[in-house]
């Protein structure tokens, strides 16, 4: 694409009452950007169907600050770091395409690859209580830490903590502005956005220089939403925005999950809707990645050797992830009271078998016991394998035997 069909593509994303429907609806009556500017205003309303749409090919002046706007945009890419990534480029993000109308035109800061990578949403409130705001940076530090960018809308509170967050665990964050991608909002997150431009990626579909105006916001949380494979509410009121970016998420098909909170605090009450409207309710990290295995594919499980000499873990790494690195090994551990027997370790059994953990376990609990003082045995026998339980018996019974 020539720097002038650029130019044409920029000022017709730029026109007033366009929009990005009406901006494929003239494409693809014109075939091109420069040949939709050229049109009489009578077939713009015709296709575009908006009541002042027309206006703005008769009035010259509009068009004027349209093609401002877009050599405005042209200039601002020259600068390092900068990137104008247009719909029909070959690196436009695929999660754009799926759900909604995906915008003409990205206002890019930062690392592009993020884009790319599957990503997960942390949304939630502006007023958000200390206990929130820690529980959305333990969230966005424990998705960084698997390589899986944090998108959020670096507002005030639970977004700037998500931010936070994944800024601390090394990882990306994605920042995704309802204003022009040279205007910081709210003035107060200035040094996050400067952060962010440095080791992740600020997002904008608005021009440069547009103000915070109410409407951009709703445009915002449906970009957040279709970047997103999964979006978690932290804290929200039930009429929060964070509820519209849930209900955008779940009609593109998206996870939604929220975070419970006290029945006391009114923040919470836009999260308790979600859970019973079907949301999944989420407690730690892993309570994600069981729904969202896809979000997986960004990590690789390190592994983990042991120093013989002073017995310490290299490569450890915090509780979340070791968890799910025991879980992808299928490695179960059973230890008797006395700290000088081995364990019995039944990886092999388990992966060739194919079952739950329990069901593989539970055999081997006797061995257990047998090993416990004064001569006393437990046997354990569970229904799943016994052909004569009955329908009121619990999964497993203990019954105890004297020796």
Excluded at 88 to 111: C, H, K, S, Y
């Amino acid at each position: 694409m020539t720097e002038n069909d650029r130019l044409a593509w920029l000022q017709l994303a730029f026109t007033p009452y366009v929009g990005a429907e009406g901006f494929l609806l003239l494409l693809q009556r014109f075939g091109s950007a420069k040949a939709a500017l050229d049109a009489p205003a009578e077939q713009i309303a015709t296709i575009v169907r908006h009541k002042q749409a027309a206006e703005s090919w008769r009035n010259g002046e509009k068009g004027a600050l349209a093609q401002k706007a877009a050599e405005a945009a042209l200039q601002w890419e020259k600068q390092d770091g900068c990137r104008l990534l247009l719909l029909q480029d070959d690196d436009f993000p695929e999660m754009l395409t799926q759900g909604i109308t995906a915008p003409p035109v990205l206002f890019l800061r930062g690392n592009v690859q993020l884009l790319h990578k599957p990503s997960a949403a942390i949304v939630g409130s502006r007023h958000a209580t200390p206990q929130a705001m820690r529980i959305a940076k333990d969230f966005g530090r424990a998705l960084s830490e698997q390589d899986i960018p944090v998108v959020s809308g670096m507002a005030s509170g639970i977004d700037t903590a998500a931010h936070q967050g994944a800024l601390q665990a090394g990882g990306g964050t994605i920042a995704v502005w309802g204003t022009g991608i040279d205007r910081i909002y709210p003035p107060s997150n200035k040094n996050l956005a400067y952060e962010i431009a440095e080791k992740g990626l600020i997002v904008s579909e608005f021009p440069l220089d547009t103000r915070p105006f109410a409407g951009n916001f709703p445009r915002r949380n449906r970009l957040i939403a279709a970047l997103s494979q999964v979006t978690l509410v932290v804290e929200a009121a039930l009429e929060s925005g964070s509820l519209i970016t849930a209900k955008l998420a779940a009609e593109m098909g998206r996870e939604v999950m929220a975070v419970p909170g006290s029945i006391d605090n009114p923040h919470s009450k836009g999260c308790h809707k979600l859970i019973k409207d079907g949301a999944k309710l989420v407690e730690c990290l892993d309570d994600i990645l069981h729904e969202c295995p896809g979000l997986l594919q960004n990590a690789a499980v390190p592994s983990y050797s042991i120093n013989k000499k002073n017995k310490k873990r290299k490569n450890a790494l915090p509780s979340e992830r070791r968890r799910l690195n025991l879980f992808f090994r299928f490695q179960t551990t059973f230890m008797s009271e006395s700290s000088r027997r081995k364990p019995i370790r039944l990886p092999r059994r388990q992966r060739k078998t194919g079952c739950w953990t329990p069901w593989v376990t539970t055999p081997f609990i006797p061995i257990y016991w047998r090993s416990k003082p004064h001569g006393r045995r437990q046997t354990f026998t569970p229904d799943c394998w016994n052909t004569n339980s009955t329908a009121s018996s619990p999964p497993c019974r203990a019954d105890a035997i004297s020796a």
